[in-house]
Each structure stands twice: as structure tokens, then as C-alpha cells.
């Protein structure tokens, strides 16, 4: 059975960083896009960044996105992560990862993925 387990969230100050994780089971993290979403109390679920099967991983990110985020792969870990830097009091939100079973491309998209982790809640706050 796929699965996707979020971990790593938690209260942090404006300013801070958190580096949060997305463990698989079920399936390889390598033959899989992997993207990282949130969604913001009454907002809509918006994309983060993604990892593609091509290479080493290549990584993708949504405009709004670019510079704080950084995606990550480890195999030997079967693990996703994501890094957050320079966190602002409008990161607050739960933070999914998703599974798509798609080779060599990857989307920021969340209607495109078809597995989703439960979410972690990330607070940033003072």
C-alpha cells in the first residue's frame, strides 16, 4: 500500500527554518514525482515545489516559491524534504507532500497528483 507520512513541522519564529520530511512506503521515492504543497487556513491548496524522476531529481518550483523553499531527495532513505528558510508569519499552514506516478516531469499542480501524506502543521509565528 502507498504511503506518504509528513513530519518535521512545528512552531517557529519569523526568521527561522525548518526542514520537513516526507517518508515513503509502498514505493520508491525515485520513480515517483513527489510535490510539496500548503494550504492556509481558508485558502486553497497552492504548490510549493516538486521533485522529478529525471537524473539525480530535478526540482521545480512555483514563482512565488522561488528562494526560501528547497526540495531534496534521498533514496537510500526513500525520503522527500523540504527546506524552508527565511520563514515569514504568512507560511503558516499545513504542509502536504504528493505522489504522481509520471516519469521525467514533475508539476506544481495539486489536481495532478494522485497520493497525498496526511500534513504537517507549520506555525510561524512570535
Known amino acids: 500500500q502507498l504511503q506518504l507520512v509528513e513530519s518535521g513541522g512545528g512552531l517557529v519564529h519569523p526568521g527561522g527554518s525548518l526542514r520537513l520530511s516526507c517518508a515513503a512506503s509502498g514505493f520508491t521515492v525515485d520513480h515517483y514525482a513527489i510535490g510539496w504543497f500548503r494550504q492556509a487556513p481558508g485558502k486553497e491548496r497552492e504548490g510549493i515545489g516538486c521533485?522529478?524522476?529525471?537524473?539525480?531529481?530535478?526540482?521545480k518550483y512555483a514563482n512565488s516559491m522561488k528562494g526560501r523553499f528547497t526540495i531534496s531527495r534521498d533514496n537510500a532513505k526513500n525520503t522527500v524534504y523540504l527546506q524552508m528558510n527565511s520563514l515569514k508569519p504568512e507560511d503558516t499552514a499545513v504542509y502536504y507532500c504528493a505522489a504522481e506516478l509520471v516519469n521525467y516531469r514533475c508539476s506544481v499542480y495539486p489536481e495532478e497528483y494522485d497520493y497525498w501524506g496526511q500534513g504537517t502543521q507549520v506555525t510561524v509565528s512570535s
Open positions: 521533485i522529478s524522476t529525471l537524473g539525480g531529481g530535478t526540482t
